[in-house]
């Protein structure tokens, strides 16, 4: 449709699409990644056809790989890899293994080949980190049970797509029908490629990395050019780009400027991430996209449901509650710009046709679509669907209780106090220290344990779920407060702590004191509706503690003899 109009003026023409539809994914909440795949695939042949400088859409296509496999080989710091923690691993490992076993089924029973097959499920069990993390933050989460251990299942996905294209890299060469000697030359360079990694690792890396830590600028082109660098070295070999980006990020894991370096590549991987989707774009026959729509409806709706379904019941045997797999769950329920990158790996190799980007692309679009949705509104879908989740949960979900205070729902309790933070742990201690006695509610691990040697009685749990009121030992409390932070009470999702207390306490029939902590009055007149007997302004009686302090410390400050000198501010005239 668009005639040539020269390399600058195309990819002009590009960002400002892909800004156009930039705006409109914000105006949707959704994540850039789908703007971008949109982007590429109007771009291409089949639809707008702006795109007559392949070269140069390719060379930086090829650039954003090696930048994005950078950065996730700077996550494979030794020492990241052995913290990880036994549900992590064995969630993340479970998640790959059923998805992929599962996906292969669905592929061969829709009458795709079997090395079709084992790359598109392969491709279904990558989530998008970025995506993920991003959501969890917006809705303050991240240190959430669930975000913590959502986040520590895609590490393990970063681990398996280093191990699913190293293997790939590993069959392409080996299957290209190389002769001997190309074997025997391929097998020196690999194993002088890696002995580089190695000693630029053990001796190079620390210093270098300090000498260019000077510039921020110099830092980041250092960190360019040795992805580049080992990408382009490791294609010569035969590796593949690929398999070089990772590697570069890997030699610069261990070293100081590891999350630096990710904060400033962070823009720079999303800009040239355009081109990838570009340069698919490009390459996408939507004539062929049409014959997939079936296949891609089916695998989206097994990444969509199956997925979570799959971690909700590993969780549910590792012993956690149902609610806590449900919304860990959730954030595997799509795939990620690597599902593309590995299909794309797959085609340049010759394994499969372009038929498998086609679906797979059509299946990104869905479930990332869908899935920002479903994690959004993560607490009201998991209200709809509890009553059919208890079959993924134990009878005593033993997991969740390994960090609460040993004996504690046996002993009797004054005060409830819920969410252990600053406010909260100082709240207990003071209570404590006059003599009651208080019980503490939070769900983060390290904070229960902080609080817990400090002497305080505290059990894990997630206050936003109406639920877990019903089993906790209220006899005898006389009190409850909330001292959830604001951005937890009253986040952007429907899960307000603060109201769920109220409401939950008043249907239990607890008829003791009900305390809330709020900024303002606006949100204190709406807690007393929901039947609040207290609401506690930590800030205003702070201001108001401050001033007295500093009205009492002018009151003994004697008042000055004589005025301070004056500086002359009047500018001065040159002559």
């Known amino acids: 449709m668009f005639p040539e109009i020269g390399t600058f003026y195309e990819i002009a023409l590009l960002i400002g699409l892909a800004t156009a539809l930039g705006i409109v994914g914000v105006m949707l909440r959704q994540p850039m990644i789908v703007a971008f795949i949109l982007a590429g695939l109007i771009a291409g042949p089949g639809m707008l056809n702006i795109v007559h400088s392949v070269e140069a ?313 869908l899935s920002v949705y479903m994690i959004t509104w993560s607490h009201k879908l998991y209200e709809w669907c509890a009553p059919f989740l208890s079959i993924f949960e134990r009878r005593t979900p033993f997991r969740e209780l390994a960090d609460d205070t040993p004996g504690a729902e046996d002993r009797r309790h004054d005060i409830l106090v819920v969410g252990m933070g600053r406010l909260g742990a100082r709240l207990a201690e003071g209570l404590a220290d006059v003599g009651l006695r208080p019980l503490g509610v939070d769900f983060n691990p390290e904070v229960l344990r902080s609080a817990r040697e400090r002497g305080l009685d505290v059990i894990m749990g997630d206050a936003s779920d109406p639920e877990f009121f019903a089993h906790l030992p209220l006899a005898g409390v006389r009190a409850a407060i909330s001292a959830a932070p604001r951005s937890v009470a009253l986040s952007l999702t429907e899960a307000d702590v603060h109201a769920t207390m109220c409401l939950a306490l008043r249907e239990l029939g607890f008829r003791g004191l009900i305390a809330v902590t709020v900024e303002n009055e606006h949100d204190a007149e709406r807690y007393r509706k929901l039947g609040a007997d207290l609401v506690i302004c930590p800030f205003a009686d702070a201001a108001e503690a401050a001033l007295q302090h500093v009205l009492e410390a002018l009151e003994d400050q004697e008042p000055p003899t004589a005025e301070p000198p004056r500086k002359d501010l009047a500018p001065q005239v040159l002559n």
Request: proline share 1%; hydrophobic share 60%; with cysteine.
């Open 57 to 369: 859409v390719e060379l930086l296509s090829q650039i954003s790989i090696a930048v994005l496999l950078f950065l996730v080989g700077l996550k494979l710091d030794t020492a990241l890899v052995r913290s990880l923690g036994q549900v992590a691993l064995a969630t993340g490992l479970g998640q790959v293994l059923f998805t992929s076993l599962i996906g292969f089924a669905l592929c061969a029973a829709m009458g795709f080949d079997w090395v079709t097959a084992l790359y598109v499920a392969i491709a279904l069990t990558f989530s998008s980190t970025i995506i993920i993390v991003k959501l969890l933050s917006d809705k303050h989460e991240v240190d959430s049970l669930h975000g913590k251990i959502a986040l520590g299942f895609l590490i393990v996905q970063d681990l398996f797509v280093v191990f699913a294209m190293v293997v790939v890299s590993t069959i392409g060469v080996t299957g290209a029908g190389n002769g001997q000697g190309d074997i025997v030359t391929l097998a020196l360079g690999t194993l002088g490629l890696f002995l580089f990694a190695f000693i630029f690792i053990r001796y190079l890396a620390r210093p270098l990395t300090r000498l260019v830590s000077r510039s921020s600028e110099l830092l980041v082109i250092f960190a360019v050019a040795l992805a580049a660098g080992l990408a382009a070295l490791a294609d010569v070999i035969g590796l593949g780009k690929e398999l070089g980006g990772l590697l570069a990020g890997v030699t610069l894991a261990s070293t100081p400027v590891r999350d630096l370096l990710t904060v400033r590549l962070a823009s720079l991987r999303d800009f040239l991430l355009l081109f990838f989707f570009f340069a698919l774009g490009v390459g996408m026959d939507l004539s062929a996209i049409g014959n997939q729509i079936i296949p891609s409806i089916v695998l989206s709706l097994f990444v969509l449901i199956g997925n979570p379904l799959i971690v909700l019941a590993i969780m549910g045997f590792m012993g956690y509650r149902k609610r806590t797999g449900f919304l860990a769950g959730l954030t595997v329920a799509q795939i990620s710009e690597f599902s593309l990158i590995f299909i794309a790996m797959g085609i340049s190799l010759g394994h499969i046709n372009s038929d498998a980007m086609g679906l797979v692309t059509l299946v990104g679009l869905v479930t990332i679509t």
